[in-house]
Nanobody
Framework: QVTVVESGGGLVQPGGSLRLSCAAS????????AGWFRQAPGKEREFVAG????????PYADYVEGRFTISRDNAKNTVYLQMNSLKPEDTAVYYC???????????????????WGQGTQVTVSS
């Protein structure tokens, strides 16, 4: 069993930056692929970025490519999402997800993940 907890959300002005963290406990995170999703009010949950257990595979959604960066520190059991050049349309609850996997692969759909955090609110507004 893996428990994941997101942190780092908040209110930021357009063009600003935030770094989200996803801390895992219960099992060694290094054997897990991870991902970030988001859900805005009235919309479905959507994929943001994923990362393989070794950090070598990092798919991104088109709408965040070049602005967001996913990374991980397996020694700390933590996955990060650096968000730059934030836009009002990035406003959403951001969720971290994890899936136990032994191959070097990342996942881009929600149903592929086994463990989810409670989410952290990101609001981009002036």
């Amino acid at each position: 069993q893996v428990t994941v907890v997101e942190s780092g959300g908040g209110l930021v002005q357009p063009g600003g930056s935030l770094r989200l963290s996803c801390a895992a406990s219960g099992r060694i995170l290094s054997t897990y692929a991870a991902g970030w999703f988001r859900q805005a009010p009235g919309k479905e949950r959507e994929f943001v970025a994923g990362i393989s257990w070794d950090g070598g595979v990092t798919p991104y959604a088109d709408y965040v490519e070049g602005r967001f960066t996913i990374s991980r520190d397996n020694a700390k059991n933590t996955v990060y999402l650096q968000m730059n050049s934030l836009k009002p349309e990035d406003t959403a609850v951001y969720y971290c997800a994890a899936k136990r996997i032994y191959g070097v692969v990342a996942f881009t759909t929600a149903k592929q993940y086994d463990y989810w955090g409670q989410g952290t609110q990101v609001t981009v507004s002036s």
